[in-house]
């Protein structure tokens, strides 16, 4: 028993935790997302159940899945780069922005109430998602990337987005790429190179912002990253984010704008229902 939590509860926890790992590494391959929209709910739960303290549970949670995020996008970047659909000249030019971004995001979300994460979230994903599964490719701002400037100014604000979020920024990108007439397979296995720029500086930062915090976290947190679900997450997201790379590119365009799209609808109707209830 730990904490006062039987022995056969906390087993049931981690097996949980070790599957939906699993399901975070798939969710990185097939849609270049960092994973974050299941990290999140279900570390969420899983400090309420141990008995985490409402101040610390959400951002324990968000900072948590950031750094679960870590090595799930550098396989998953690894494994669209291999397939040589990653533009990295876009890549290049949101990198310093987007770091600004995460560390503006990780400092807003220190005194951030929880439901603002959800409320971000669902109205994003309802965008991307109605656009995806109507396949309304007349919603475009351009036929090509903008400028510099105004790619700069989208870099800055997906950062603050994502870190606000606990995800790895590929749901936002991957939406504004398809405004500009990218491809969904090129959105996607490029977007999967934003989670390595959003998650490593968005942990750093959690780590930092939970600092004061220490003594109320649950052991083994460092701020508020929670190392136990690390440990539990990280193994089979790393070993399934490949697998989602694979069946991304053997998906036809209209057959993963349908499956991205569900997805999104999925994740919004579960942050509608915890806000409502």
Same mark, same amino acid.
């Given at each position: 028993?730990?904490?006062?939590?039987?022995?056969?509860?906390?087993?049931?926890?981690?097996?949980?935790? %070790?599957?939906? $790992?699993? &399901?975070? @590494?798939? #969710?990185?391959?097939?849609? =270049?997302? +960092? *994973? /974050?929209?299941?990290?999140?709910?279900?570390?969420?739960?899983?400090?309420?159940?141990?008995?985490?303290?409402?101040?610390?549970?959400?951002?324990?949670?968000?900072?948590?899945?950031?750094?679960?995020?870590?090595?799930?996008?550098?396989?998953?970047?690894?494994?669209?780069?291999?397939?040589?659909?990653?533009?990295?000249?876009?890549?290049?030019?949101?990198?310093?922005?987007?770091?600004?971004?995460?560390?503006?995001?990780?400092?807003?979300?220190?005194?951030?109430?929880?439901?603002?994460?959800?409320?971000?979230?669902?109205?994003?994903?309802?965008?991307?998602?109605?656009?995806?599964?109507?396949?309304?490719?007349?919603?475009?701002?351009?036929?090509?990337?903008?400028?510099?400037?105004?790619? %700069?100014?989208? $870099?800055? &604000?997906? @950062?603050? #987005?994502?870190?606000?979020? =606990?995800? +790895? *920024? /590929?749901?936002?990108?991957?939406?504004?790429?398809?405004?500009?007439?990218?491809?969904?397979?090129?959105?996607?296995?490029?977007?999967?190179?934003?989670?390595?720029?959003?998650?490593?500086?968005?942990?750093?930062?959690?780590?930092?912002?939970?600092?004061?915090?220490?003594?109320?976290?649950?052991?083994?947190?460092?701020?508020?990253?929670?190392?136990?679900?690390?440990?539990?997450?990280?193994?089979?997201?790393?070993?399934?984010?490949?697998?989602?790379?694979?069946?991304?590119?053997?998906?036809?365009?209209?057959?993963?704008?349908?499956?991205?799209?569900?997805?999104?609808?999925?994740?919004?109707?579960?942050?509608?229902?915890?806000?409502?209830?």
């Amino acid at each position: 028993m730990l904490a006062g939590i039987p022995l056969g509860d906390l087993a049931f926890l981690a097996v949980s935790l %070790v599957l939906a $790992g699993a &399901v975070t @590494g798939l #969710l990185a391959g097939v849609f =270049g997302v +960092g *994973g /974050g929209a299941v990290i999140v709910p279900v570390l969420y739960e899983v400090f309420r159940v141990i008995g985490v303290a409402d101040e610390v549970r959400m951002p324990l949670a968000v900072g948590t899945s950031l750094a679960v995020i870590i090595p799930t996008s550098i396989r998953s970047f690894n494994a669209h780069r291999a397939k040589g659909l990653v533009d990295l000249s876009i890549l290049k030019v949101w990198a310093v922005p987007v770091v600004i971004g995460v560390i503006f995001g990780s400092w807003i979300a220190r005194y951030a109430p929880a439901d603002l994460f959800k409320i971000i979230f669902v109205i994003v994903a309802l965008i991307s998602a109605i656009r995806l599964l109507f396949a309304a490719d007349r919603w475009k701002f351009g036929e090509d990337m903008p400028g510099k400037p105004l790619m %700069v100014a989208y $870099g800055g &604000v997906i @950062g603050v #987005l994502s870190a606000l979020m =606990g995800i +790895g *920024g /590929g749901q936002l990108s991957s939406l504004f790429m398809t405004f500009y007439g990218r491809p969904i397979h090129q959105a996607v296995a490029t977007s999967s190179g934003l989670g390595v720029l959003i998650s490593i500086p968005g942990a750093l930062g959690f780590i930092y912002a939970g600092w004061p915090k220490m003594a109320i976290l649950p052991p083994l947190s460092l701020g508020y990253v929670s190392l136990i679900g690390m440990i539990l997450f990280i193994p089979t997201s790393i070993w399934t984010a490949p697998i989602g790379a694979s069946l991304a590119h053997k998906l036809s365009k209209r057959r993963l704008e349908v499956a991205f799209g569900i997805f999104l609808l999925f994740v919004a109707s579960r942050f509608i229902w915890s806000l409502i209830h």
